[in-house]
């Protein structure tokens, strides 16, 4: 069995790894030339997992053919902004009816598409068979082998049940769920709600106000997932409420960071200037266009686009949010 895994940031260097020390056999494709021979030479990724040596068994290239050639399982962990492009690039080293394991959590900035479509779509004529995998995850602390588990999406309850052996170790455990969708939409929308959280906490609003954005935002999720073909109740498993809870509190949350940020005064612009990129900066605007598409009322997603593309006092924001027409729960 080989497993071709594209994408060598901090997740995907950690799924890669993680498969690795099974035994199996992974191969990972680093697009940059110099961190791929960095890697072969050292055993580390010293640009995204610095800390955490790889495994012997972990094989890297830069050579699609090499890595994607006649592999069984592709797993795919571009930046959301990235994938389309990335998997046109790449098309040709697939085969038919792959088997596609999405780890990306995002929404494609000029189409609304959620990962699933824009997989489907760049993969044309190929019939994919399609996964994804989401939850509340550090990669760091999935790199020390702390126990984590996240939850797959997948309607083919035979590769689900295959993807989920896959993965299974004893320190992450899989949980399977049909609707792909739901799985994907949570993983995406969290980073809105935890740069949200971030800037609370910014602004010293204390835990009463965070623990209410992360309620709230299971909300906001449920409403756009359900208007997107979603189920329900997925946003209260581990790919929904699970993540939340975790980008919402966790320090490692990029996400919070960026919130954090606003929240004590910097600009957009400075803190992209820090290189704190989150892929909840450019979701905000993705599910803001998708909200007002299909007349989805998303008010926590409504004002943090306006703090970070209008430029809205952060605190003028959460007043907004506290003065909207009272409703019932």
Known sequence: MKIAVIGAGAWGTT???????????????????????????????????????????????????????????????VPSQFMRASLIDLKPFFPKNPAVICASKGIELKTG??????????????????????????????????????????????????????????YLRVYT???????ELGGAIKNIMAIAAGIADGLKFGHNARAALITRGIAEMSRLGVAMGATPSTFMGLSGMGDLVLTCTGDLSRNRQVGLKLGQGLKLNEILKMRMVAEGVKTTESVHFLAQKLGVEMPITEQVYKILYKDKNPEKAFLDLMNRDLKAE
């Open 15 to 77: 799924l890669a790894n993680t498969l690795a020390k099974k035994g199996l056999d992974v191969n990972l494709w680093v697009r940059e030339q110099e961190l791929c021979d960095e890697m072969k030479e050292t055993g580390y990724n010293s640009v995204f997992l610095p800390d955490y040596k790889l495994s012997e068994n972990m094989k890297c290239d830069s050579d699609p053919q090499t890595v994607l050639g006649g592999a069984d399982y592709y797993i795919l962990v």
């Open 113 to 170: 598409a959620p990962m699933s479509e824009v997989v489907f779509e760049a993969l044309e004529g190929l019939n994919p068979r399609y996964g994804h995998i989401s939850g509340p995850t550090f990669a760091y602390e999935l790199s020390a082998e702390m126990p984590t588990s996240i939850t797959l999406g997948c309607e083919d309850k035979e590769l689900a049940e295959e993807i989920q052996e896959l993965f299974n170790t004893s």
């Open 177 to 183: 769920n049909p609707d792909y969708r739901g799985v």
